[in-house]
């Protein structure tokens, strides 16, 4: 009898193991289900939606890489980090033609930190003046950094990613550095060796009057990014050069405004600007008042600033943006 209440009670400390054993392997499982990752698929480029560089340069972000484009101006900059950073499904993140100032940069580098920490592939091309501890701050983060003063960012763009592009995209580049004046420049200057300058010289200055003249209708220069991201001349894009005569025609009123109201000093001319932008006049008060430098300002009342474009000669011996 000892021995058969002996087994007995084995027998039930085996069930409680046994049951013991269950639960744990029950509770894993749903623990298991509970935990689910965000999957990460989301390419996004954000560029400078104002010239013919900015656009360029998200079409071949997206030629190489997929994805979407967010186009702003440099007021804008900020606020479309502070969206991305919240996107759980970010992988890669493009940031293209946007410089930095004094006011931004810090915010700059904790939104991209923010990024990094999150695991998001953060890459950053421009051709801005920027403060070297910013770029070391960067790299320290392991932000990829492509910069060169002496190239533009769609150049730039076209040089670190050709073995992912198209032969169409090397006239992508070169019409993004006629329109930055950087064409002269060591690579862009041998991109502009391979096609026939005026070519691409009526084709830059037809694709930035486009932008130019489009800038309140953000779908239209969407459609830019892709038709350009899809290999397009501009003159295969409908109705560019009609919309291109159009603001011919609008800029030829501006001289005559320039003319009017632009102010001199001993060393530059300057105006303010109020029914079109400060970076499509500012040419034309360095020219008409024979100075060296000429400045154009408009107010922004939507960010409580003024935009300002500072144009110097080729004679100007400053260093303008330094200054």
């Known amino acids: 009898m000892v021995i058969s209440k002996n087994k007995i ?39 400078h939606k104002e010239d013919c560089d900015g656009i360029s340069s998200a079409a071949l972000i997206r030629q190489a890489f997929g994805g979407d484009s967010i186009l702003v101006d440099y007021p804008g900059q900020m606020e479309a980090l502070n969206q991305v950073v919240l996107d759980k499904k970010l992988k890669s993140l493009f940031i293209c033609d946007l410089g930095l100032s004094e006011k931004t940069q810090d915010e700059f580098i904790d939104i991209l930190s ?17 403060d070297p501890n910013v770029i070391i701050a960067l790299e320290k983060i392991k932000v990829k950094v492509i910069h060169d003063i002496n190239e533009c960012t769609t150049v730039q763009v076209y040089h670190a990613y050709k073995s992912k592009l198209n032969d169409h995209a090397s006239f992508v580049a ?12 060591p690579i862009g200057s041998k991109l502009l060796q391979i096609y026939d300058r005026q070519f691409a010289l009526i084709s830059a200055t037809v694709m930035t009057y486009n932008i130019v003249g489009h800038q309140r209708e953000p779908d239209y220069l969407q459609y830019l990014v892709e038709e ?24 030829s009123q501006i001289i005559a405004k320039v003319k009017k109201g632009m102010k001199l000093m001993s060393n530059l001319g300057y105006m303010e600007i109020l029914d079109s932008g400060a970076s499509g006049a500012v040419n034309f008060v360095m020219g008409l008042s024979g100075k060296d430098v000429g400045v154009a300002y408009k107010e922004r009342i939507d960010h409580g600033i003024y935009a300002v474009s500072v144009r110097g000669s080729k004679d100007c011996k400053v260093h303008l943006v330094e200054l």
């Open 228 to 251: 350009l991201a899809d290999s397009k001349f501009p003159h295969d894009i409908p109705n560019t050069y009609e919309f291109a005569q159009i603001q011919v025609e609008k800029l």
């Open 174 to 185: 070169t019409c993004a550095a006629i329109t930055d004046y950087m064409e002269d420049r």
């Open 9 to 47: 009670g084995k027998k039930i400390a085996a069930k409680k193991v046994t049951k013991k054993i269950a639960a744990k392997k029950v509770t894993k499982k749903i623990a298991a289900k509970n935990v689910t990752k965000t999957e990460k698929t989301k390419v996004i480029c954000i560029s």
């Open 114 to 130: 923010r990024l990094r920490k999150n695991n998001v592939s953060v890459t950053y091309i421009d051709h801005h003046d920027i």
